[in-house]
């Protein structure tokens, strides 16, 4: 069992996890996320960088402006991943598991 750890990282930033709430609604441009997180401009690309550089959201020019989308997949791996660390942390409360100590 191993948790993608550059996922958990990057998401972990308030202003980033923000972004993907919003992401999760629609496609939107970076004028957009600046607004509704009232964030500066080179802030938003930045994060929208290192959101795009882990694979959680893709881009898509059109025009002048480029719309980011969230990449579910990346969510959906990410939670499964967790739901087994869980499944495992039940079967092991429920059995009472113990290392015994030296």
């Not at 972990?12 to 999760?24: H, N, Y």
């Not at 496609?27 to 802030?43: I, P, S, W, Y």
């Not at 690309?45 to 898509?60: F, I, P, Q, W, Y």
């Not at 499964?80 to 499944?87: F, V």
Request: hydrophobic share 40%.
């Amino acid at each position: 069992m191993s948790v993608e750890t550059d996922v958990l990282k990057v998401l972990s930033d308030p202003l980033r996890a923000r972004i993907v709430t919003l992401l999760a609604g629609e496609a939107l441009c970076t004028c957009h996320l600046v607004e509704e997180t009232g964030a500066k401009q080179t802030n938003i690309s930045n994060h929208l960088r290192v959101l795009k550089e882990a694979g959680v959201v893709d881009s898509e020019p059109c025009g002048r402006f480029t719309y980011y989308r969230l990449r579910p997949q990346a969510l959906e791996s990410l939670a499964a991943q967790l739901g087994e660390i869980a499944d495992a942390a039940r079967a092991a409360r429920a059995a009472d598991r113990k290392r015994p100590c030296p």
